[in-house]
């Protein structure tokens, strides 16, 4: 088997790679950075993020795996005292390994200057949002107008995306096996001229969403944690991707037991 390694700068993630290394070679699992079956990533949910942003092209080929140097995260399932336990479950497994796959976000942007579009995939969110005056958008579900927006931005996020910034604005948490996505609004304007849904919504598999803001050159756009500044986007468009990603479930928490774990705590 052969697995590539992603991890932070965090001194407890330094810490433990060597640790690691020499347990893969003991196992005769081979390092490969550039086509791995497994990629391990190595720090929090954030590094997991990295890895798959790096690894993105080859969502059909790799599976991940996160070991989580803190707190148990919501894309890993290892601590860092369990890399002996984790490497075995890789070795006894090989090559059928049992995996979960989670539904990606498929974006779509145009620029008005028209010099490029992006197309990219999101494994948590992605964000538009104007920094320095209202954001006045519209927003059409299925190529039909649904409402004028205007506020701070949307967050368009993914089921596994919906405990990151979504939660943050009062969006609901999503469980992963549903094939769906969430739009969530950013402190909108409501008032007797303005009006929008006010709640976020979530949007089925086959159904899409896109996004026309006011001409203006200071739109904020990010995917994850890639940024992009002041541009002109003439649209965005939001559907569930057609590619999953998947993740190594030799051992696998349920989704509830994570969002317990994460946000309550002893009951
Ligand atoms: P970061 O500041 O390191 O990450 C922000 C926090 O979000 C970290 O604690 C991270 O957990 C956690 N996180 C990431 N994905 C999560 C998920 N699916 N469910 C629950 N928590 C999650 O920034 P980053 O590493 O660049 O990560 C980018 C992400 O930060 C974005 O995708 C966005 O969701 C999130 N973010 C949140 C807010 C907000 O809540 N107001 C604002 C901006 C961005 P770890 O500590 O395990 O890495």
């Known amino acids: ?21 020499e347990c893969l070679a003991s196992h005769q699992i081979e390092i490969d950075a550039d086509h791995p079956e497994v990629v391990i990533s190595v720090g929090g949910d954030g590094t997991l993020l990295s890895a798959f942003h790096r690894f993105n092209h080859r969502l059909n080929e790799v599976q991940f795996l996160g070991i989580h140097t803190g707190h148990l995260g919501f894309y890993t399932d290892w601590r860092d005292y369990e890399l002996v336990d984790m490497v075995e479950s890789l070795k006894k497994n090989g090559t059928s390994m049992p995996s979960i796959q ?5 974006v779509v942007v145009h620029y008005r200057d028209k010099e ?6 999101a494994l948590n969110e992605s964000v538009i949002r104007r920094v320095g005056k209202t954001m006045v958008a519209d927003v059409l579900i299925n ?20 405990t990151a910034y979504n939660k943050s604005i009062g969006g609901a948490i999503l469980h992963p096996e549903l094939p769906a996505f969430q739009l969530t609004e950013i402190a909108s304007l409501n008032n007797i001229v303005f009006r929008t849904l006010g ?20 739109y904020h756009l990010s995917v994850d944690q890639l940024a992009m500044g002041n541009r002109d986007i003439e649209k965005i468009t939001y559907r569930l991707a057609a590619e999953k990603i998947q993740f190594v479930a030799t051992r696998h928490l349920p989704f509830f037991t994570r969002v317990k774990d994460a946000f309550i705590g002893e009951v």
Do not use: C
């Open 1 to 21: 088997m052969k697995v590539a390694i992603v991890h932070n700068q965090e001194e407890k993630t330094l810490k433990i790679l060597p640790e690691l290394m």
């Open 199 to 218: 709640s976020s919504m979530v949007i089925a598999e086959n159904d899409w969403v896109t996004i026309i803001p006011d001409s203006a050159d200071d």
């Open 143 to 162: 190529d039909r107008l649904f409402e004028h927006f205007r506020g701070d931005g949307l967050v368009v996020s993914t089921p596994t995306g919906s």
């Open 102 to 106: 989670y539904p990606l976000l498929d």
């Open 116 to 121: 490029n579009s992006g197309h990219f995939l």
